[in-house]
């Protein structure tokens, strides 16, 4: 039984320490942040950044549908 709970928690600490996906959504925040700020700055910009994340909303919306 002493071995079971060791094993558990060498597992934990492997599964806390994983971080691949994080990188990839720092980087997704930073994008959107740089889309914002240059809709703020370039209004005419703003129509175009309005449409792309509707785009992407609207695949996301459907594979979210499609994957349950």
Not at 10 to 32: P, S, V
Not at 45 to 51: C, E, F, L, P, W
Not at 57 to 66: E, I, K, R
């Amino acid at each position: 039984m002493h071995y079971l709970n060791r094993t558990a928690l060498r597992a934990l600490i492997a599964f806390q320490k994983q971080t691949h996906g994080q990188d990839l959504i720092e980087y997704a925040l930073m994008a959107g942040f740089v889309a914002v700020a240059a809709g703020a700055i370039m209004p005419g910009v703003s129509k175009s950044i309005s449409t792309i994340f509707s785009k992407v909303a609207s695949v996301m919306t459907n594979a979210a549908t499609q994957g349950s």
